[in-house]
């Protein structure tokens, strides 16, 4: 059984900076067995979209709308993933979801919400 729980949303204002955190935990698996980490985000009416991931050696893949702003990591020790999003725009605002991939089966976490002010 594996349990992906993300932290780190809330409401900031444009032009701020948030730091998510998703960590993968469970008996069944090992960090090399995870293939791929990374992050969706969903806003309201709109399907949920790829923001950015990070395969196991490092190769990160980010949206468009994000490049420049936004900085995906991991912590293999922890088996974490974090995304640091600076320069946070409105259009930003969504719930934001962590996906790891643990021998090509597909987890996802409950959500995180991110609000952006203008």
């Known amino acids: 059984q594996v349990q992906v729980v993300e932290s780190g949303g809330g409401l900031v204002q444009a032009g701020g900076s948030l730091r998510l955190s998703c960590a993968a935990s469970?008996?069944?698996?090992?960090?090399?067995?995870?293939?791929?980490m990374g992050w969706y985000r969903q806003a309201p009416g709109k399907q949920r979209e790829l923001v950015a991931t990070?395969?196991?050696?490092?190769?990160?893949n980010y949206a468009d709308s994000v490049k420049g702003r936004f900085t995906i990591s991991r912590d293999d020790a922890k088996n974490t993933v974090y995304l640091q999003m600076n320069s946070l725009k409105p259009e930003d605002t969504a719930v934001y979801y962590c996906?790891?991939?643990?021998?090509?089966?597909?987890?996802w976490g409950q959500g995180t919400q991110v609000t952006v002010s203008s």
């Open positions: 996906n790891v991939i643990i021998e090509l089966i597909i987890y």
């Open positions: 469970g008996t069944s698996f090992s960090v090399n067995n995870i293939n791929v």
């Open positions: 990070i395969s196991t050696r490092g190769r990160t």
